[in-house]
């Protein structure tokens, strides 16, 4: 079965690049969501979007913004990044609202 | 503001074991609760989700309860076995196709 896809695997940035994470949902699932997890944290909600409208915001800090495409994938740009930026992002996707299936996640390290 | 909790944080148990994880939450207005597995530094594998209106979820070895009004939810693993070794999280949604929130998880080691 096709699960959610996230590239990159892994992202290594300098203090204050920008980085960009994309993520693919499962076919015919409408809804994405974006998840942090710092080293020893349970996952943070940072965004997520509905039918390509942000339907719900979390801790997502302003030097981050997200959407969702036409084709329902979606990119999580971060900007001026800091060290404490340095974890794990998952995305997940659901259809209709209902369970939610996540991706391998995007390691990103910030040095 | 929901929150989420896990007892044991930690759990060693030798192979062939029947164990319990814990979850409890404090607002029992929830939509879903789901359990997920994560392995060190991987992705979330979700292993059972139970509707705010079901009792129990049932896969293989697993047995996952819910009782909304006591805001406590339990993950059964019977004859555990050393490929069980994980972190184990609870995560609540309070409305269809809201934010997840995560419990801070229990770590289990399975001996052989």
């Known amino acids: 079965a096709a699960g959610v896809i996230q590239s990159p695997r892994h992202l290594i940035k300098e203090k204050r690049e920008t980085a960009t994470l994309k993520c693919y949902p499962i076919?015919?699932?409408?809804?994405v969501y974006w998840y942090q997890q710092g080293p020893g944290q349970d996952p943070q909600f940072l965004i997520s979007?509905?039918?390509?409208?942000?339907?719900d915001k979390g801790s997502i800090p302003d030097r981050f913004s997200a959407q969702q495409f036409s084709d329902y994938h979606s990119e999580l740009n971060m900007s001026s990044l800091e060290l404490g930026d340095s974890a794990l992002y998952f995305c997940?996707?659901?259809?209709?609202?209902?369970?939610?299936?996540f991706g391998p996640g995007t390691r990103l390290t910030v040095t | 503001k929901q929150e989420v909790t896990q007892i044991p944080a930690a759990l060693s148990v030798p192979e062939g074991e029947n164990l319990v994880l814990n979850c409890s939450f404090t607002?029992?207005?929830?939509?879903?609760l789901q359990w997920f597995r994560q392995d060190p530094g991987k992705g979330l594998t979700s292993l059972l989700l139970?509707?705010?209106?079901?009792r129990e979820q049932t896969s293989g070895r697993l047995n996952a309860s819910l009782d909304k009004s006591s805001g406590r939810s339990t993950l059964y693993i019977a004859a555990s076995q050393p490929g069980d070794s994980a972190t184990y999280l609870c995560?609540?949604?309070?409305?269809?196709?809201?934010?997840?929130?995560f419990g801070k998880g229990t770590t289990l080691s399975v001996s052989s």
């Open positions: 607002d029992s207005a929830i939509y879903n």
């Open positions: 076919p015919r699932h409408d809804t």
């Open positions: 139970i509707q705010s209106s079901q």
């Open positions: 979007f509905y039918e390509k409208m942000q339907s």
């Open positions: 997940a996707s659901s259809f209709a609202r209902y369970e939610q299936y």
């Open positions: 995560a609540v949604s309070g409305q269809a196709g809201t934010a997840l929130i």
